[in-house]
């Protein structure tokens, strides 16, 4: 028997894998390619949330279908975790299939759209595949498939050098990530006994247990980007079109939190350390993946340093949870998870929707570079409000949806230390609300800057001057859809806390509602409450400051200020970069000047290359390549000498055998 | 209830005072008459009746910034148990919501002050957002520590942690706490040694120059915004100080006034014997403040 939310969700996937195909057959540059793939893609992620709904609001279904592989079979299981990962799945990449039209339209890029608009398919098909993977080869082969797919995301202008190399340290990263998983899911059938991702009483005595767990943290930590594993983040964010660079941090990063949790969901008890390790990992990333986002001057870059931060909060919720279980305490155990799921949908929407609108200000303006922006509110009203909706969400701030998930986190931290016993799992827990409130204020810096730099005061250049316009129709659909769902969220804390609470009920195995019912609606109206107040107050506010003359801004009377006077992102953010430079490590350059009058030219530069790829591993491959190329010697290219080398070889260990 | 909307009126409308007290100290310290304890009430009626000039480069958020300075710590009165009456709003985690709503102010503060492409706003939003950053975690560490002693999670519990037991059981950890948070007060109120309110000069402001080009009502808005933030600070400070819970009505009020003003001198006090601190050292002031509260948790956390 196969039931119907299966049934439909592999409707749903096929309708969303095909979608780019019949575009292959129509010609290049055609309105038609963009239309069938969108309707096609649309209708899919329609079916495939409606399915995802579904299995949130019932039973679990698996079913089995006999395949002659060494697995035997192929298992696919849709429950209430997979569900919940699912919905973001595919509203993401609907709303994405929709920004695209305005976006990548075929008539500007004949020579990629159709390549993207097949992958982007592609790439959804396989993440609803790794959620729904019931064994480790379904899963596995999901995972390779939106890996594979996610390079020629990257790589869609593939006559631009960056994004080339951005793709190949992608594909490298990603590959390094699926032999570790090949590992862990080894030692895992060693363990359990079976391919199958269920849960097992055997895991929690196997002596396996801990290089399992490691294995875990590793293969599905360098998919999420936990620092200092995230070297593939920042670049193929940065490279990718928008809607993809969406679709890379809102749901391809989450495809290892899905990972981990589904692992984490096999446990039949969890060890202390392993809370600890996450809510250490959780806090590295989240500090220094916002400092190192606060020191870029590249829009997209920054928001992909930013997704990094996001995943290091949610690795702390979880992180917390684990400690709560470890501890026995099902009420903080369940507010950690049911936060740290939570965000993985906030997340989702709030950067998407940055993403998106990062993307309508680089299409009208050309250039990524903060610094040549600027005013730029004023004609993109629409993009720079949805900018700042994004912005205020990413910063965990009431009424929006980041705060309600950062709130259950820290809440859990809050509610360890009402624990009887004292002792390292409660000083774990402890360290997370201190460390979110750390995460959120520098968030509130990085935004402040980033939507001034490039939304306010006067244009900055060319850049922001020419014919700039505000977002085409169907990229503005896509950005209120999820400003929208950023508000509703926000503003109906208790409906998403519950919904966030089912899946970690399905994690844990467990029913935890009683023991934390009350803190999770604690929040219950507050955030509609605020909303009202700052409306009144925003009523009252406009009835007394009616503008009575409209002038320059003071600038001391001077009357010649210009828009180089302003302060930029990088001198904004250069205090904080300089507290935190041990971990940015940026790059300065100091020119001396000279007499009264220094020559034309000379300007104070930095930058942030990336510490863990720029700084550490790149020097290191570059350093082996070197010493691997004294082989050329041997390695010369005459298949003859080859030929002797094996002679030698051979001789050479006859000889070596003989002699014993 | 009475004493509760005594309490909130009380906060509510005599916020701007606190001001003037700090002000007629330093100006007794100084040997001056200093302006009357009521002056900010005139600022203020003068603010609301003057013409408001805007820079053409300013958006709607330039207004959204005065909105917010006032909305926040409404909000915050509202979640703080007053005179050992309950808060008006008290709910597991309300703490968090409490330096939320801090936050989002600052957010939009500083964008206002973005709006302008002024300079020297741009150099005071700079340092406000990078200040605050440091002092969130203070602020966090302490309210850890108090939950570890009353078992609460929520403001009303935490500051009624009977605090003569408290006081007794772990005066350490409340002496570090206080002292955190008095720091604490100090750097998010702009107030000497990170901030010189006095000061006219915009290189070496912080707040101030914020606020340069927000003129009349505008100004108005964020002036009484200053006011109420600096009195739900020095509230939190006196609540958890008064070693007794009064139990509300006329005692209770009383005592809140009390130290609402003995703050206030506190505050006059330390502006007239020092200076401010050069802009490097404020980062490690901050610091020191996150491990002093720090210290109060591990302490409780043995």
């Given amino acids: 028997m196969t039931p119907t939310t299966l049934e439909l969700l592999a409707v749903a996937s096929a309708l969303v894998a095909f979608s780019g195909l019949p575009g292959l057959l129509l010609p290049a540059g055609s309105r038609a390619v963009q239309r069938v793939a969108t309707w096609c893609h649309v209708l899919g992620c329609a079916l495939g949330v409606s399915a995802a709904a579904l299995a949130l609001a019932g039973s679990p279904a698996t079913a089995r279908f006999a395949w002659p592989l060494p697995s035997g079979a192929l298992t696919f299981a849709l429950d209430r975790l997979s569900a919940f990962f699912l919905v973001p799945v595919f509203v993401v990449s609907g709303l994405g299939s929709v920004y695209g039209e305005g976006y990548w339209a075929e008539a500007h890029h004949p020579k990629n759209g159709r390549k993207l608009r097949c992958f982007y398919g592609l790439a959804t098909a396989g993440l609803a595949l790794v959620m729904v993977a019931g064994d480790a080869w379904s899963f596995l082969v999901g995972w390779e498939i939106v890996s594979l797919a996610a390079f020629f995301l990257v790589t869609t202008d593939q006559d631009d050098a960056a994004a080339l190399r951005a793709g190949w340290i992608y594909l490298v990263s990603a590959h390094a990530g699926t032999l570790i998983l090949f590992a862990m899911f080894a030692l895992l059938r060693d363990a359990t006994g079976a391919w199958l991702l269920a849960p097992s009483v055997a895991l929690g005595s196997s002596p396996l247990l801990r290089p399992i767990l490691l294995l875990a943290l590793a293969g599905f930590g360098l998919k999420a980007g936990v620092i200092p594993l995230h070297i593939w983040i920042p670049d193929a964010h940065a490279a990718a079109p928008s809607h993809v660079s969406a679709l890379l941090s809102g749901v391809v990063l989450k495809m290892g939190i899905y990972g981990l949790v589904r692992v984490l969901s096999m446990l039949p008890a969890y060890p202390t350390w392993l809370g600890l390790a996450l809510v250490a990992l959780g806090i590295t990333s989240g500090v220094l993946g916002v400092i190192l986002a606060l020191a870029q001057h590249d829009l997209k870059r920054l928001l992909a340093y930013h997704s990094i931060e996001n995943i290091g909060i949610i690795l702390i919720g979880l992180g917390v949870g684990v400690l709560g279980m470890a501890q ?140 700039v316009a505000d977002a085409s129709r169907s990229m503005r659909f896509s950005m209120g859809a999820l400003a929208l769902s950023c508000a509703v969220i926000g503003l109906w804390p208790n409906g998403a806390a519950s919904v966030s609470r089912r899946a970690a009920d399905a994690l844990l195995g467990t029913n935890a509602g009683p023991a934390a019912s009350a803190d999770l609606r604690a929040l219950g109206g507050m955030p509609l409450f605020l909303l009202a107040l700052i409306a009144v107050a925003g009523v009252a506010g406009m009835a007394l400051m009616r503008p009575t003359a409209l002038t320059t801004t003071w600038d001391c009377g001077y009357g010649s200020g210009g828009p180089r006077i302003q302060y930029t992102a990088s001198s904004f953010a250069q205090m904080l970069v300089r507290l935190f430079r041990w971990a940015v490590l940026p790059d300065e350059h100091r020119p001396r000047l000279k007499g009264p009058f220094p020559a034309a030219g000379q300007r104070f530069e930095s930058h942030a290359p990336d510490p863990a790829l720029d700084r550490a591993l790149l020097p290191v491959f570059a350093r082996g390549r070197s010493l691997l190329g004294l082989l050329h010697v041997i390695q010369a290219g005459r298949i003859q000498a080859y030929l002797l080398y094996i002679v030698v070889t051979l001789v050479v260990l006859l000889a070596w055998s003989w002699s014993w | 209830m009475v004493s509760s909307i005594a309490n909130l009126v009380m906060v509510l409308a005599f916020a701007p005072l606190l001001l003037g007290v700090i002000n007629k100290t330093k100006a007794l310290v100084a040997g001056r008459t200093g302006p009357p304890v009521v002056q900010v009430y005139y600022d203020l009626v003068k603010l609301f009746g003057k013409g408001f000039v805007v820079s053409r480069t300013t958006t709607w958020v330039f207004l959204a910034g005065p909105v917010l300075s006032v909305v926040a710590p409404v909000v915050a009165v509202l979640l703080l148990p007053l005179a050992g009456r309950p808060a008006w709003l008290s709910f597991p985690g309300d703490m968090l919501l409490f330096v939320a709503v801090f936050a989002l102010a600052r957010f939009f503060i500083a964008t206002a002050a973005m709006d302008t492409g002024s300079p020297f706003e741009g150099m005071g939003a700079a340092r406000e957002v990078t200040f605050s950053a440091l002092a969130e975690p203070a602020l966090l560490f302490g309210m850890l520590a108090l939950t570890r002693l009353s078992g609460s999670v929520s403001l009303t519990g935490m500051l009624d942690i009977r605090t003569a037991g408290a006081w007794q059981r772990a005066s350490a950890s409340v002496v570090l706490i206080l002292a955190s948070w008095f720091i604490v007060l100090l750097a998010e109120n702009a107030r000497v040694p990170f901030d010189d309110p006095n000061t006219h000069l915009e290189l070496t402001m912080i707040h101030e120059a914020m606020v340069l080009d927000h003129a009349g009502p505008a100004f108005g808005f964020i002036l009484y915004g200053v006011a109420l933030k600096l009195t739900v600070f020095a509230a939190l400070l006196v609540t958890l100080l008064i070693p007794a819970r009064p139990g509300g009505g006329a005692l209770g009020l009383a005592l809140l006034v009390g130290g609402l003003a003995g703050v206030g001198v506190v505050v006059g006090l330390v502006e007239s014997s020092m200076a401010r601190l050069r802009l490097v050292r404020v980062p490690q002031l901050l610091v020191t403040a996150t491990l002093l509260a720090g210290f109060a948790v591990v302490l409780l956390v043995r």
């Fill in chain 1, 328 to 467: 026995h305490r099902l009420d903080w155990a369940v507010l950690g998870f049911a936060g740290g799921l939570l965000h993985v949908w906030n997340h989702a929407a709030f950067k998407s929707l940055l993403f998106y609108s990062a993307g309508a200000v680089i299409h009208e303006t050309g250039t990524r570079e903060i610094d040549a922006l600027g005013g730029l509110f004023r004609r993109m009203r629409f993009t720079g409000a949805a900018f700042l909706v994004g912005a205020v969400a990413i910063c965990g701030l009431p009424p929006l949806n980041g705060f309600v998930s950062e709130w259950l986190i820290s809440l859990a931290s809050f509610r360890a230390l009402t624990n009887a016993s004292g002792g390292v799992a409660m000083l774990g827990a402890a360290a997370a609300a201190p460390a979110l409130a750390l995460i959120g204020a520098l968030a509130v810096a990085c935004f402040v800057k980033a939507f001034s730099a490039v939304f306010l005061g006067t244009p900055r250049g060319p850049h922001a001057t020419r014919d």
